[in-house]
T-cell receptor, first 114, second 112 residues
Framework: NAGVMQNPRHLVRRRGQEARLRCSPM?????VYWYRQLPEEGLKFMVY????????ESGMPKERFSAEFPKEGPSILRIQQVVRGDSAAYFC????????????FGPGTRLLVL | GESVGLHLPTLSVQEGDNSIINCAYS??????FIWYKQESGKGPQFIID?????DKRQGQRVTVLLNKTVKHLSLQIAATQPGDSAVYFC???????????FGSGTRLQVQP
């Protein structure tokens, strides 16, 4: 049973470009979460999605950031017009639909904005 | 609340010793707690969890203790091995919310 998969693992963008980060949850999991981590810090919650629905986006910046989890395909975290402050590791986690809260994390995407 | 720091606190132990990593939380509404291990360049790896209706839970070589009175959580690792070297995070959430709030982390260094 493959774990949470994320791609790309590393992404370099210039200021003003768009970044698209992909996450495929564990098989059978229907809940997806995105977190951001700066060096030497803990993870900060961004958004929680179920298939085709955003459940909690209280941690998402109001501008330039969006997330989706379509009926088919991976969850996407999209950052428009990236700035240097967006440089961070972005982690996706998933949990099963049976109400259990344990979140299992992917390997992350390291975004570097030049 | 959340703490942010430029330098992670570090716990250095000898191989074979027991390790205790501590975590304080501030939200009295938190009812589910998890310990994660994060190795360099990797995502957090689930270690053990505990609900607020328990004060102790044991796994393989690990024990989590929860003291709700003082809002304190600890992770005990028995017979620490070099492979245990990593950054350890506690995380919490409250009933009705799935968002995890992470602590600032502790770096565990195991000396051979």
């Amino acid at each position: 049973n493959a774990g949470v998969m994320q791609n790309p693992r590393h992404l370099v963008r210039r200021r003003g470009q768009e970044a698209r980060l992909r996450c495929s949850p564990m098989k059978g999991h229907s809940h997806v979460y995105w977190y951001r981590q700066l060096p030497e810090e803990g993870l900060k919650f961004m958004v929680y999605l179920q298939k085709e629905n955003i459940i909690d986006e209280s941690g998402m910046p109001k501008e330039r950031f969006s997330a989706e989890f379509p009926k088919e395909g991976p969850s996407i975290l999209r950052i428009q017009q990236v700035v240097r402050g967006d440089s961070a590791a972005y982690f996706c986690a998933s949990s099963p639909p049976d109400g259990k809260e344990t979140q299992y994390f992917g390997p992350g995407t390291r975004l570097l904005v030049l | 609340g959340e703490s942010v720091g430029l330098h992670l606190p570090t716990l250095s132990v000898q191989e074979g010793d027991n390790s205790i990593i501590n975590c304080a939380y501030s939200n009295s509404a938190s009812d589910y707690f998890i310990w994660y291990k994060q190795e360099s360049g990797k995502g957090p790896q689930f270690i053990i969890d505990i609900r607020s209706n328990m004060d102790k839970r044991q796994g393989q070589r690990v024990t989590v203790l929860l003291n709700k009175t003082v809002k304190h959580l600890s992770l005990q690792i028995a017979a620490t091995q070099p492979g245990d070297s990593a950054v350890y995070f506690c995380a919490e959430n409250q009933t009705g919310r799935r968002a995890l709030t992470f602590g600032s982390g502790t770096r565990l260094q195991v000396q051979p």
